[in-house]
């Protein structure tokens, strides 16, 4: 063998393993990448405060109305969730339903331990599962950090549904499409807040960039105790909770 | 179609126990997703079965050689069609393969299928009936005699050293084909067991569980294929072939189930906070799935049908009709077994809420794309393509020669019972 093929033979190899390695890594999670980054420009985030929250609703009717969710209750962009704990230890949770007569004040029932209401939305985690397993990348974390669908090249096979641990993603009955909350992409990018937040009557939601040093979201991590859903699964979410029940879930 | 959707989903709300995230009313993957996986299974087992005679040069079981390559091709033909017609937009299914994420497992199906399809099985198919179809060009005329010129690509080689590297070819073939067989189904249970949402699915052993499913019931399908085509092509059943083969199928089915046993005591000694939520789901919504079809009919008992045939083997020696019949209880059980092992997996995945509070049913159409009857249509699509491969590339000389290798010569001697 002369020395022009051989070159050409180590080459090829070289290509083909280099590939093959790169490609290798490119299959682990974003994890390790994500982390060393150091980020300049804007990080969204968001903050619940399960306390401030009276479950009136008026957020999930916003999201829909902002964000042409269909009306069926099958499809949500945020949601709240009602917790009633009671003395014996068992755990009643439904979704509550903004058009329906208001539930009676939990306090009356002796038997109930706590209550609570829980605003439940994407997470936008820095390091999404839906986002790995997209077959055709169709749905991917921005940088500022919102994790988008693009409803162009989503082939609707919804493994991103089953991949979210949060229940956050629904495939449009319009689009046939997945779809899920953007965080209102079209009103923050113009410096104006979700919708939701916009419209929370106890400031139970708030909205903000994680880098700026001085924001309603920046005041709310520094003042009160943090939780984050499912950590242990190690999504990064960033939706941030105060006074986080050990219930919830 | 929305409308129907909607009403479909309201149909399920009342039926909802305890608590589901708002958005998980609707089972996003349904009966089609069930077939793939048993689709796929039945491509890689057959491919394993037919490596036995090539590369473990298990002789007996040389009459299901082509009968199980054309399965595996039949069966393998059909699959991607259960995926792309569930997806929301089938006319984008090509967006896989044009621009794939690598880090999305569910990406590389385009690429191990096309591996397997092209690297594999059309490889081994066609050099097994190379000289096969050379022969046939000669014999048939007019149209049918260019089909077969085609199929064998032209060539016209017979000479001895052209079947010698046909021989080799296909050595080399299946010895890269188990792997790929391996690949090709252990990757759709990664798919599966990937997920970290959702623990039902998360578990290292889903791609072997997968794997030996998979050669479980491809090895019960072949069988199953033999016993009833042979009758119909006026042969008789080669029974030194069919218990060396049930043999094979018996020990799959042990480790099969000794994988899910192990994975089931794993699961319940580990009692993570999942547990409650899934046993709940065990006892009520795959009671009939998971306890009665899978594992009491379609593993218990055709466990103890064959091992009764191996106990009791100098009595069942003599009966070989009642041999038969029990052989063919067994595989017509392990098939709907393995069938509800896939419901069990995809179905049963979705229907307890990822807030481990309750559970969702799941309701199945008859009519329609997610429907009963496109997934029977599905199901029976590989048997009408296996019958015209059976046609154009008819494996009779092997399939009707009892006791004979492909050659002609004799295998085996005396066997003097099954199992033995």
Not at chain 1, 97 to 114: C, F, H, Q, T, Y
Not at chain 1, 209 to 233: C, E, Q, T, W, Y
Not at chain 2, 3 to 16: T, W, Y
Request: aromatic share 12%; glycine share 8%; charged share 20%.
């Amino acid at each position: 063998m002369n020395g022009r093929r051989r070159f050409l033979r180590d080459f090829l190899a070289l290509l083909c393993s280099g590939g093959a390695i790169g490609g290798f890594l490119k299959l682990l999670p974003g994890s390790a990448h994500a982390k060393e980054t150091v980020r300049t420009g804007k990080w969204y985030g968001y903050g619940v405060s399960v306390d401030k929250c009276i479950g009136c609703g008026r957020c999930m009717e916003a999201c829909k109305a902002e964000n042409n969710v269909p009306k069926e209750p099958f499809f949500f962009r945020t949601w709240v969730e009602r917790y009633i704990i009671r003395k014996n230890g068992e755990t009643a949770v439904r979704t509550i339903d903004p058009g329906a007569e208001p539930v009676p004040e939990a306090a009356l029932d002796k038997s109930i331990l706590r209550s609570f209401f829980v605003p439940k939305l994407c997470n936008q985690c820095a390091d999404p599962p839906c986002v790995q397993v997209c077959p055709v990348g169709a749905t991917w974390r921005t940088e500022d950090g919102v994790v988008l669908v693009n409803e162009k090249t989503c082939i609707g096979c919804r493994y991103c549904i089953q991949a979210c641990p949060y229940g956050a993603r629904y495939l449009s009955p319009a689009t046939h499409t997945a779809d899920k909350c953007t965080f209102c992409y079209h009103r923050i990018s113009v410096g104006q807040l979700p919708a939701c937040v916009e419209v929370c009557p106890t400031q139970a939601r708030i909205f903000g960039d994680l880098n700026a040093a001085a924001s309603p979201l920046s005041r709310f991590l520094r003042m009160n105790k943090i939780h984050v859903l499912k950590p242990g699964l190690n999504t990064e979410p960033k939706v941030y909770y105060a006074n986080l029940d050990g219930e919830v879930r | 179609m929305n409308q129907d959707l909607m009403r479909h989903l309201a149909e399920i709300l009342p039926q909802i126990q305890g608590f589901i995230y708002p958005n998980e009313v609707e089972i996003h993957w349904g009966m089609l997703i069930v077939v793939y996986p048993y689709i796929t299974g039945v491509v890689a087992g057959a491919f394993i079965l037919a490596s036995l005679v090539k590369v473990f040069n298990v002789k007996e079981v040389q009459p299901l050689y082509r009968l199980s390559l054309l399965t595996a091709l039949a069966y393998l033909l059909v699959a991607p069609m259960a995926l792309v017609s569930h997806l929301g937009h089938p006319g984008r299914f090509y967006e896989i393969l044009l621009t794939p994420q690598t880090s999305s497992a569910m990406a590389m199906f385009g690429f191990v299928y096309a591996w397997y399809l092209m690297a594999v099985l059309l490889l081994e198919i066609w050099f097994v009936h190379r000289t096969d179809m050379i022969a046939w060009a000669e014999e048939k005329t007019g149209v049918m005699r260019f089909v077969y010129r085609a199929l064998a690509l032209f060539s016209r080689d017979t000479s001895a050293r052209g079947v010698e590297f046909d021989h080799k070819a296909l050595k080399t073939i299946t010895i890269i084909g188990i792997p790929s067989a391996f690949l090709l189904h252990g990757y759709v249970g990664f798919i599966f067991g990937s997920i970290k949402a959702n623990p039902w699915w998360s578990s290292v052993l889903i791609p072997i569980v997968f794997l030996f499913s998979a050669i479980v019931s491809g090895i019960a399908l072949v069988i199953l294929f033999y016993m009833v085509i042979t009758p119909l092509a006026g042969g008789k059943i080669n029974m030194k072939c069919v218990d060396k083969a049930v043999d094979f199928l018996f020990y799959a089915v042990i480790v099969d189930f000794s994988l899910e046993v192990v994975e089931f005591i794993h699961r319940v000694y580990q009692s993570e906070e999942e547990i409650k939520i899934l046993s709940e789901m065990l006892m009520s919504k795959l009671f009939m799935s998971l306890i009665v079809i899978q594992v009491m009919l379609g593993m218990i008992l055709p466990l103890a049908i064959i091992s009764v045939t191996k106990i009791f083997r100098h009595r069942f020696s003599l009966n070989e009709d009642l041999r038969k019949m029990l052989y063919f209880i067994s595989v017509l059980l392990i098939q709907f077994g393995i069938f509800a092992t896939r419901w069990n997996v995809v179905i049963g995945g979705q229907m307890f809420s990822k807030s481990f509070r309750g559970l969702t049913t799941y309701k199945m159409e008859f009519g329609g794309l997610e429907g009963l009857l496109f997934a029977l249509a599905l199901l029976m699509l590989p048997v009408v393509i296996l019958a015209i491969l059976l046609k154009v590339l008819p494996p009779w000389k092997e399939m009707l020669a009892e006791g004979k290798d492909g050659d002609g010569r004799a295998v085996g001697g005396e066997l003097p019972a099954p199992g033995a």
